[in-house]
């Protein structure tokens, strides 16, 4: 009877480990052998209380198995673990369970995407979502769509905008409760941008919030005629969530046209947003706009990450953010009252942050028909590329591009579904831009190391309890800093760019690394 | 390539390919100096061809000048004989290493955040773990000499041009 007893005992076990509920969500960072939601918990960490790779053990990292996924493009995936396997997206609406021990497929969903799909920046996807034993995942033709954890099998699949007009999608999904919350990419094409929640059993959708104020609404007043129609705000990275506060937080992206700023003038909210909103309703409730009527492209996608934290005193439920105009912010996330600022990168777009977090922008740095060079680039002092906090060292880690662009404008008229940006900018040859990897103390915004690379930045950051903090770059290392000093202690040359985050789990009790290098999965563990 | 069918009208076309047709090259038709004494500055007094390769013969650590009469213009030809900083590609920056011996290693190559690899001059390769190096840097600067305008008499910058011009490919005509 008693064996009877354990026997079923442990089969719930093995049942548990398969699926994932509401509750392991919460949970997650309880959980160090798995890796259940994009950024490892709710409030994206990205941190691991994992031991055993440490400072002094990392030397003895070495690979354990590479899964070639075949398929072409850039690999952006930050894979899921549970249940004894991986489940990783790869570009083109492609992805995998992989067999935890030796990597071996257990099963490849692909579906062809639409011919003559327009979109900005090729066909990647950054991963997965889980929900009891099913899998959510974004196609890039702006469909949500949900499997079978242990198939592969699609369950349902739903339209959340038509491609036709420029709309597709990208990022992780985010399970919230039961409910699956998205975001889409294509502001580069004039479209309006949203969140949306979805049920997870039926795929009907429960609510939307738009990210573009449309005219009558509150924020409405903040677009010029009638150019929110085409006001771009994408969402097309994954946010956080307080269980606590019931908040979403999720970051908007550029105003379309994203370089002429004549076409649309006022502060064009929500774009370069932070939004807070009602898990259950998707009501607004708070906003923080980091560069109000953008003119350089530069997106507030970037992680919001959700730390605790004493700042001059108080005890703060902050939510910080490396933006990509150049400055790192901490804002209360109660209420997104503004609390510090910091440059992290050569800024010559604006002078500082004023007591109310807007920006005092120099003028006569828009985009213009002769060129005008600005600091940072287009691409941003800090891109999408996923950030870590540790509880450890209380630092908050990410890549930055260090470098100046000169931007151009033009007249464009709007054409549904077609390029509409206004222009371009071009990189300056004789200043190639330069990357590092900085630590930074979020209830201040004093950097307090930096580690120099050769290139721009490319990939995510993983922290670990081991005092380490892994990255890659745009030449296919996969690293190991020290995360209190920053110095580098262990390297592997994967063989491919990395353009995704790493993280960890573990495999019979043994601590992993996984990263998807070139179009590879590849894990590592210590030699005996 | 965006199609434009249907956005554009009939007359807006033909500007764009008067416009694409303007950008052709018009500067090759009176071109000063002598194509084959400018060939034996190229491999004699000039030492370009220690550096630089032509029709399958010469250096490696330079561009390759096979087609260079085709693909660039006069103006960027004169500039990069005279005043090769000017418009460097990155991948000619001038990467020094310095062994922890002291000796130096000059030459064009890779470097990335742990390793560099480096041919120099005489064409030997290395390839090192910069953390066996005492330093390594990259610096936007060619290692093609920036003084031919004191070394060449100007008829001879002339000459060079001239034969670079005529670089058009294997089997090309002028």
Redesign the interface.
């Known amino acids: 009877m008693k064996a009877a007893a354990l026997f079923v005992m442990l089969m719930a076990a093995v049942f548990a480990a398969s699926t994932v509920s509401e509750q392991n969500l919460r949970d997650a960072q309880a959980d160090p052998a798995n890796w259940l939601t994009y950024g490892k918990n709710y409030l994206g960490w990205r941190s691991s209380d994992l031991t055993e790779i440490n400072t002094k053990t990392v030397l003895r990292l070495t690979p354990q198995w590479i899964h070639q996924t075949g398929v072409s493009g850039q690999h952006e995936t930050s894979p899921l673990v549970f249940g004894g396997k991986m489940f990783v997206t790869g570009p083109s609406n492609n992805a995998f369970a992989l067999d935890l021990l030796t990597g071996k497929e257990i099963w490849h969903y692909h579906k062809a995407p639409p011919a003559g799909l ?1 979109m900005c920046c090729g066909e990647q996807n950054r991963g997965f979502a889980a929900l009891g034993d099913r899998l959510f995942k974004l196609n890039i033709e702006a469909t949500l769509v949900a499997l079978d954890a242990r198939s592969g099998a699609e369950l349902w699949e739903r339209q959340m905008a038509d491609h036709r007009k420029g709309y597709t999608a990208t990022g992780a999904p985010l399970v919230v409760k039961n409910k699956v919350v998205v975001g889409m990419a294509g502001a580069e094409f004039g479209t309006r941008g949203f969140i949306d929640a979805y049920d997870a059993a039926t795929g009907e959708r429960v609510w939307r919030f738009n990210t573009i104020a449309a005219k009558g609404e509150p924020g409405g007043e903040t677009w010029a005629g009638d150019s929110w129609e085409h006001g771009g705000g994408s969402t097309w990275t994954t946010g956080t969530y307080d269980p606590e506060l019931n908040l979403i937080y999720w970051g908007t992206a550029n105003p379309g046209p994203g370089l002429d700023g004549d076409v649309r003038g006022g502060d064009n909210l929500y774009t370069d947003s932070l939004v807070a909103l009602d898990a259950d309703t998707g009501k607004l409730k708070w906003y923080f706009q980091f560069t109000p009527h953008d003119t350089h492209d530069w997106d507030a996608v970037e992680d919001p990450v959700l730390i605790d934290m004493m700042v001059k005193g108080r005890k703060v439920k902050a939510v910080v953010q490396a933006n990509r105009n150049g400055f790192f912010y901490a804002l209360d996330r109660t209420n997104g009252q503004f609390l510090h600022a910091a440059p992290f990168t050569k800024i010559t777009w604006a002078k500082g942050i004023d007591a109310k977090g807007r920006p005092i922008v120099v003028p006569g740095l828009d985009p213009s028909e002769e060129g005008t060079k600005v600091c940072p680039g287009l691409g941003g002092g800090h891109h999408w590329h996923p950030t870590a906090y540790s509880p450890q060292t209380k630092l908050f880690y990410f890549n930055t591009t260090d470098g100046c662009e000169v931007f151009y404008r033009n007249k464009q008229a709007f ?1 549904e579904g ?2 509409y940006q206004a222009s371009t900018e071009t990189s300056i ?2 200043e ?1 831009s330069a990357g590092a990897v900085l630590a930074v103390d979020p209830a201040t915004g004093e950097t307090r190391w930096r580690f120099d ?3 721009p930045a490319s990939a995510g950051m993983l922290s670990t309890a081991g005092g380490l903090v892994f990255t890659g ?1 745009g ?1 296919g ?1 996969l ?1 190991a800093l020290d995360a209190k000093t920053g110095k ?1 202690l262990w ?1 592997f ?1 994967t063989g491919g760019r990395i353009s995704a985050p790493p993280i960890t789990y573990t495999l019979n009790g043994k601590q992993q690394i996984a990263i998807a290098a070139g179009t590879s999965i590849v894990t590592f563990a210590l030699m005996p | 390539m965006v199609a434009f069918l249907g956005d554009l009208k009939e007359e807006d076309i033909w500007r764009i390919v008067a416009f694409i047709r303007s950008l052709a090259r018009h500067d090759i038709q009176d071109i000063p100096g002598d194509r084959a004494a400018g060939e034996k500055l190229f491999w004699g007094k000039g030492a370009c061809g220690g550096c630089h390769a032509g029709n399958s013969k010469g250096g490696r650590l330079g561009p390759e000048l096979t087609r260079v009469g085709r693909e660039r213009s006069l103006a960027f030809l004169r500039e990069s004989v005279l005043t090769p900083n000017n418009d460097l590609r990155p991948e000619y920056a001038t990467i020094t290493a310095v062994l922890r011996d002291g000796t130096r290693v000059v030459g064009v190559g890779s470097l990335d955040n742990f390793t560099a690899q480096i041919t120099d001059a005489a064409g030997n390769y290395y390839s090192f773990s910069r953390s066996d190096l005492a330093s390594c840097v990259r610096e936007l600067k060619s290692l093609m000499p920036d003084n031919y305008s004191q070394l060449l008499k100007p008829a001879e910058i002339d000459d060079l041009i001239s034969y670079l011009v005529s670089l058009r490919g294997a089997g090309a005509t002028r």
């Open positions: 327009n054409h077609q390029w040859p004789s190639p690379m050769v290139t770059d030449q290392y690293l580098p390297h040359q």
